[in-house]
């Protein structure tokens, strides 16, 4: 197996560069094919996401010029990007297909979206026929592996934005967010983002209370929820289970008092109060009130964080995983090496047999069929006794390190062609 | 053979014990586990320790001493597994689990010999009157441990640190419903127990003497528990004031189950 791998993520290259090699989906077939008849390349894949651009290529000799690649396709001043391309060979490029299919190579290790976008990536090669046999096992492989990572680790298993920590707090609280009210108070973006995350765990229903009351109701009017008005905050705002506020405002607009009326107003049911403004709305001693319980931005981040070092530690089986998956690849691909080794050997001592016999015909003259089938079977015997151990190495040898070498050093002692450069040179000659 | 019986249901409650006291560790996946089915072979086992003691010395066996505890021993297990039927949790495990052991275990190496003392006694009403009761108790303690768990929960949420038991315990408003729900099918029992009580007072001794403190405290447990579920019902209270409520209750119904001991009427306890 040839495999070359060049690329850029998120860590090599800043947001500039990764735009500017970008390719986008409706050009992607293209870029593939235009890839698989790149010179010495057998079988190319790409994967372009916003956080990293990858060209993977199964070559011919391992020395497929991709680098070029990228310079004719993108016509793009080299300086700019090839200080921030990475490149891989053979085993490392196994390895770091694996890692991104696991999602270990992640902005966010563990994200869920990278491993449909590998196989989409594969699809698109796929239906181009720029991906058939090796390229092939080795894509299946690696969904095989991103399967096991995450079947086998916790990689992925917790939240880790702020909006997604205050889905997970509010399911703590509430269990199902079903029929819950989420009540907005200021109308930013970030916010926006939060109430999209729990009307999504099917959240009920959204009012939204802004000082410019415009802005209020073209919010609501996103969640197909209702505007308030911001003189009103105080008397609707026990009707909500989940407030997100995220006002201006230079102090608190949520005071002890406030809580304890609204939890008189609710029956004492809970209410959880998501404060991502910065001087805070929400006046921090509403948590002391049996009911309510108040997270601020620093609250989230650093449950986002507790949550990042869990999956770091889960990245590290994770890794393990990997790294035992690339061995084990590397392995079964080298078994299938040999093959070819074998079959030119078997070829090469037959070509000599029959030669040797075609020279000595004419010396032994009229032979009666009992002696050619002597012959034969003389001959063959020799072929075989002497074969026999150096195949039986060869199969032996194909589960260790030294296969490569080996199959070199049989190659050079027989002077066997490479059954490629052989292909070729058929080729050319018809 | 029903004591073996009993021995034996107490060995598969040894497991649950071991997994409320393990759940506050991360470990203890194989207890996870198993110790729902042990608990179920350890009611199986209770159940027919209990029927076996009924068929043959008849019904008035559960009103003895070691009977009795170990028939609310199950009737909280019934409560717990109801509990999980409904809810998919094993949470009030961590509280009900130590108690269905140590119940059982009092039962199972109690004294057999039971005296009934008082000949009139209405011996329907008097089974009438433990079955109701204990059911009462079993809802009574459950809404107890759910509101322990509230608390639990309610502190790792306020305290903002998610610790591993924060992340098993159910979400907030399920404990919460957990808790309110028993605590509401309990009431009926236990009034409707109490009832029976006193017509069986009534008719063996003719009078209730309020001043005995076996029925002075039944009554102060009932009142406790009428208050909770009141303040429960018009006020919403919950989470550290219902679980200081539950536990006046629950304090109250062991007194009263001690008064036993110093009470002049409700004496069918030498064992």
Same mark, same amino acid.
């Given at each position: 197996m040839n495999l070359q791998l060049i690329g850029v993520n998120h860590n090599s290259a800043p947001i500039e560069v990764r735009e500017r090699l970008a390719i986008p989906d409706s050009h992607l077939a293209d870029a593939i094919r235009r890839l698989a008849n790149h010179p010495g390349v057998d079988e190319g894949l790409i994967l372009s996401t916003c956080n990293r651009?990858?060209?993977?290529?199964?070559?011919?000799?391992?020395?497929?010029?991709?680098?070029?690649?990228?310079?004719? *396709?993108?016509? #793009?001043?080299?300086?700019? *990007?090839?200080?921030? #391309? *990475?490149? *891989?060979?053979?085993?490392?490029?196994?390895r770091h297909l694996f890692r991104v299919a696991a999602s270990l190579d992640s902005m966010v290790v563990g994200e869920p979206q990278i491993l449909?976008?590998?196989?989409?990536?594969?699809?698109?090669? &796929?239906?181009?026929?720029?991906?058939?046999?090796?390229?092939?096992?080795?894509l299946t492989r690696a969904f095989a592996v991103a399967k096991r990572v995450r079947t086998e680790t916790a990689v992925g298993s917790s939240a880790v934005s702020v909006a997604s920590v205050a889905v997970e707090l509010a399911k703590k609280i509430f269990g199902s967010l079903h029929g819950k009210q989420v009540f907005l108070v200021g109308?930013?973006?970030?916010?926006?983002?939060?109430?999209?995350?729990?009307?999504?765990?099917?959240?009920?229903?959204?009012?939204?209370?802004?000082?410019?009351?415009?802005?209020?109701?073209?919010?609501?009017?996103?969640?197909?929820?209702r505007a308030i008005l911001f003189e009103q905050l105080y008397d609707t705002c026990d009707r909500a289970d989940i407030v997100i506020t995220s006002t201006g405002a230079p102090f608190a607009i949520f005071r002890r008092e406030h809580g304890e009326l609204f939890l008189s107003r609710r029956k004492n049911r809970p209410m959880f109060f998501i404060d991502i403004a910065v001087p805070r709305d929400v006046a921090p001693e509403m948590n002391d009130l049996d009911g309510i319980f108040v997270y601020d931005?620093?609250? #989230?981040?650093?449950?986002?964080?507790?949550?990042?070092?869990?999956?770091? &530690? @889960?990245?590290? &089986?994770?890794?393990?995983?990997?790294?035992?998956?690339?061995?084990?690849?590397?392995?079964?691909?080298?078994?299938?090496?040999?093959?070819?080794?074998?079959?030119?050997?078997?070829?090469?001592? @037959?070509?000599? &047999?029959?030669?040797?016999?075609?020279?000595?015909?004419?010396?032994?003259?009229?032979?009666?069929?009992?002696?050619?089938?002597?012959?034969?079977?003389?001959?063959?015997g020799i072929v075989n006794k002497i074969m026999h151990t150096p195949i039986s190495t060869l199969k032996t040898a194909a589960r260790e390190q030294e296969a490569t070498t080996l199959i070199d050093v049989v190659r050079r002692l027989f002077n066997l062609q490479d059954r490629k450069s052989a292909r070729s040179r058929d080729n050319s000659a018809s | 053979m029903p004591i073996l019986w009993l021995r034996v249901a107490l060995g598969c409650y040894a497991v649950g014990l071991l997994y409320a006291l393990l759940a506050l560790t991360q470990r203890g996946y194989l207890l996870n586990r198993i110790a729902l089915p042990a608990m179920s072979l350890?009611?199986?086992?209770?159940?027919?320790?209990?029927?076996?003691?009924? =068929?043959?010395?008849?019904?008035?066996?559960?009103?003895?001493?070691?009977?009795?505890?170990?028939?609310?021993?199950?009737?909280?297990?019934?409560?717990f597994m109801l509990?999980?039927?409904?809810?998919r949790t094993t949470s009030p495990g961590i509280v009900v689990f130590p108690l269905v052991f140590l119940l059982t275990f009092v039962s199972a190496t109690g004294q057999q010999p039971f005296l009934l003392t008082s000949p009139g006694l209405r011996r329907g009403w008097l089974v009438a009157h433990i079955a109701l009761i204990f059911t009462g108790y079993a809802a009574l303690f459950l809404s107890f441990a759910a509101s322990l768990l509230y608390?639990?929960?309610?502190?790792? =949420?306020?305290?903002?640190?998610?610790?591993?038991?924060?992340?098993?315990?159910?979400?907030?408003?399920?404990?919460?419903?957990?808790?309110?729900?028993?605590?509401?099918?309990?009431?009926?029992?236990?009034?409707?127990?109490?009832?029976?009580?006193?017509?069986?007072?009534?008719?063996?001794?003719?009078?209730?003497?309020?001043l005995d403190p076996k029925i002075f405290l039944s009554l102060l447990m009932w009142a406790v528990y009428m208050v909770m579920v009141f303040t429960r019902w018009n006020a919403g209270w919950r989470g550290r004031r219902a679980a200081y409520l539950a536990a006046g209750a629950v304090l109250a119904a062991v007194i009263a189950w001690s008064a036993n001991y110093f009470s002049a009427i409700h004496r069918f306890v030498q064992s």
């Amino acid at each position: 197996m040839n495999l070359q791998l060049i690329g850029v993520n998120h860590n090599s290259a800043p947001i500039e560069v990764r735009e500017r090699l970008a390719i986008p989906d409706s050009h992607l077939a293209d870029a593939i094919r235009r890839l698989a008849n790149h010179p010495g390349v057998d079988e190319g894949l790409i994967l372009s996401t916003c956080n990293r651009v990858e060209v993977l290529a199964q070559t011919e000799n391992g020395g497929a010029d991709l680098r070029r690649f990228l310079r004719d *396709y993108f016509q #793009l001043d080299p300086a700019q *990007y090839e200080p921030h #391309l *990475y490149e *891989y060979r053979e085993g490392e490029a196994i390895r770091h297909l694996f890692r991104v299919a696991a999602s270990l190579d992640s902005m966010v290790v563990g994200e869920p979206q990278i491993l449909g976008q590998v196989k989409e990536a594969y699809a698109t090669a &796929r239906a181009v026929g720029a991906v058939h046999s090796q390229l092939d096992l080795l894509l299946t492989r690696a969904f095989a592996v991103a399967k096991r990572v995450r079947t086998e680790t916790a990689v992925g298993s917790s939240a880790v934005s702020v909006a997604s920590v205050a889905v997970e707090l509010a399911k703590k609280i509430f269990g199902s967010l079903h029929g819950k009210q989420v009540f907005l108070v200021g109308a930013g973006k970030m916010s926006e983002l939060a109430a999209r995350h729990l009307m999504a765990h099917g959240a009920a229903s959204i009012f939204v209370a802004n000082r410019t009351y415009d802005r209020a109701a073209q919010l609501a009017g996103k969640f197909s929820g209702r505007a308030i008005l911001f003189e009103q905050l105080y008397d609707t705002c026990d009707r909500a289970d989940i407030v997100i506020t995220s006002t201006g405002a230079p102090f608190a607009i949520f005071r002890r008092e406030h809580g304890e009326l609204f939890l008189s107003r609710r029956k004492n049911r809970p209410m959880f109060f998501i404060d991502i403004a910065v001087p805070r709305d929400v006046a921090p001693e509403m948590n002391d009130l049996d009911g309510i319980f108040v997270y601020d931005i620093d609250d #989230l981040q650093q449950a986002v964080s507790s949550h990042v070092a869990d999956r770091r &530690r @889960e990245a590290e &089986r994770a890794e393990a995983i990997v790294q035992s998956e690339v061995e084990r690849f590397q392995a079964r691909v080298q078994t299938l090496d040999v093959v070819p080794t074998i079959v030119s050997l078997q070829d090469h001592l @037959e070509t000599i &047999r029959q030669a040797e016999i075609d020279r000595v015909r004419a010396r032994l003259g009229p032979l009666s069929p009992d002696q050619e089938m002597a012959v034969e079977t003389l001959t063959r015997g020799i072929v075989n006794k002497i074969m026999h151990t150096p195949i039986s190495t060869l199969k032996t040898a194909a589960r260790e390190q030294e296969a490569t070498t080996l199959i070199d050093v049989v190659r050079r002692l027989f002077n066997l062609q490479d059954r490629k450069s052989a292909r070729s040179r058929d080729n050319s000659a018809s | 053979m029903p004591i073996l019986w009993l021995r034996v249901a107490l060995g598969c409650y040894a497991v649950g014990l071991l997994y409320a006291l393990l759940a506050l560790t991360q470990r203890g996946y194989l207890l996870n586990r198993i110790a729902l089915p042990a608990m179920s072979l350890g009611m199986a086992f209770q159940f027919v320790s209990l029927t076996e003691s009924v =068929l043959v010395g008849g019904p008035v066996t559960i009103t003895s001493v070691h009977n009795s505890e170990s028939f609310l021993a199950l009737l909280i297990m019934a409560a717990f597994m109801l509990v999980y039927l409904v809810y998919r949790t094993t949470s009030p495990g961590i509280v009900v689990f130590p108690l269905v052991f140590l119940l059982t275990f009092v039962s199972a190496t109690g004294q057999q010999p039971f005296l009934l003392t008082s000949p009139g006694l209405r011996r329907g009403w008097l089974v009438a009157h433990i079955a109701l009761i204990f059911t009462g108790y079993a809802a009574l303690f459950l809404s107890f441990a759910a509101s322990l768990l509230y608390l639990v929960q309610e502190h790792s =949420l306020k305290s903002k640190k998610s610790s591993g038991i924060l992340l098993r315990l159910p979400a907030l408003e399920m404990i919460d419903e957990i808790g309110y729900r028993s605590l509401l099918l309990g009431f009926p029992f236990m009034t409707l127990g109490l009832i029976a009580g006193s017509i069986v007072a009534q008719t063996t001794y003719g009078h209730v003497n309020l001043l005995d403190p076996k029925i002075f405290l039944s009554l102060l447990m009932w009142a406790v528990y009428m208050v909770m579920v009141f303040t429960r019902w018009n006020a919403g209270w919950r989470g550290r004031r219902a679980a200081y409520l539950a536990a006046g209750a629950v304090l109250a119904a062991v007194i009263a189950w001690s008064a036993n001991y110093f009470s002049a009427i409700h004496r069918f306890v030498q064992s």
